[in-house]
């Protein structure tokens, strides 16, 4: 009886405690090469992205410098590899002048995806309208 009621208070306590957040960082280099097809761009930047799984929010500081002109649009892309295209998951909102900021709520399915790698930025200029500059989001775990 005793170790019943030692079992049903550890449970109890296990049952209240409270849920712990996974902060999950990912980083990329932004460059033209890595653009879709690659580009010539000069441009480069660097894009810190940090993932909270119990919010199932994200946020991103997004930082470049030398794109042939202003940045157009900025976007998270996904999923899809190095080298492939996705669709707009996350258009990042202005100001796009550098540093980008942000955040937003997303779904189980998009944890699963930028977890598994399968997510990029993407920065695009008037001269290079489909993208200067594109980085796959890693996370160095």
């Known amino acids: 009886m005793r170790m019943l009621a030692c079992l049903v208070a550890a449970s109890s306590l296990l049952a209240a405690a409270p849920v712990v957040a996974e902060v999950i960082?990912?980083?990329?280099?932004?460059?033209?090469?890595?653009?879709t097809p690659p580009n010539d761009s000069k441009g480069m930047g660097e894009a810190n992205v940090t993932l909270d799984t119990v919010k199932h929010?994200?946020?991103?500081a997004v930082?470049?410098?030398?794109?042939t002109g202003p940045a157009t649009m900025a976007h998270l892309?996904?999923?899809?590899?190095?080298?492939?295209?996705?669709?707009?998951?996350?258009?990042?909102?202005?100001?796009?002048?550098?540093?980008?900021?942000?955040?937003?709520?997303?779904t189980d399915?998009?944890?699963?995806?930028?977890?598994?790698?399968l997510w990029y930025v993407n920065v695009h200029t008037a001269a290079h309208?489909?993208?200067?500059?594109r980085g796959q989001l890693v996370s160095p775990h």
């Open 63 to 67: 930082t470049y410098s030398g794109l």
């Open 57 to 60: 929010t994200v946020s991103w």
């Open 109 to 117: 399915t998009q944890i699963g995806d930028l977890r598994g790698g």
């Open 25 to 35: 960082h990912f980083t990329t280099k932004l460059d033209g090469a890595s653009e």
């Open 77 to 106: 892309h996904g999923p899809a590899a190095p080298g492939a295209a996705a669709p707009v998951t996350i258009p990042l909102a202005a100001p796009l002048a550098s540093p980008i900021k942000g955040s937003a709520a997303i």
């Open 129 to 133: 309208p489909a993208g200067e500059i």
